[in-house]
């Protein structure tokens, strides 16, 4: 899976949770940028995305996460 693979299917899985089809992710987008991104919805995302790419991501990895590009990273990592 390339990089662009993860962010087409991540930028589904944002504008589904978040209800919001403009939501374009880059690497460095963070709750900040994402209105209603709040430590609830980062739940809701966390399992959406799990479910998506067919693996769990790890507590300590949710936690550390900063940015997008950090969570893409991550993908990339758990899908080898």
Same mark, same amino acid.
């Given at each position: 899976?390339?990089?662009?693979?993860?962010? /087409?299917?991540?930028?589904?899985?944002?504008? +589904?949770?978040?209800?919001? *089809?403009? #939501?374009? !992710?880059?690497? /460095?987008?963070?709750?900040?940028?994402?209105? +209603?991104?709040?430590?609830? *919805?980062? #739940?809701? !995302?966390?399992?959406?995305?799990?479910?998506?790419?067919?693996?769990?991501?790890?507590?300590?990895?949710?936690?550390?996460?900063?940015?997008?590009?950090?969570?893409?990273?991550?993908?990339?990592?758990?899908?080898?």
């Amino acid at each position: 899976m390339t990089r662009e693979e993860v962010y /087409e299917r991540l930028n589904n899985v944002f504008r +589904d949770v978040f209800d919001d *089809e403009s #939501i374009t !992710l880059n690497d /460095e987008i963070t709750a900040d940028d994402i209105e +209603d991104w709040d430590s609830f *919805e980062h #739940i809701n !995302l966390v399992v959406a995305v799990q479910d998506e790419f067919s693996f769990k991501i790890p507590m300590g990895k949710v936690v550390s996460m900063k940015n997008v590009g950090e969570m893409v990273d991550i993908i990339l990592e758990l899908g080898k």
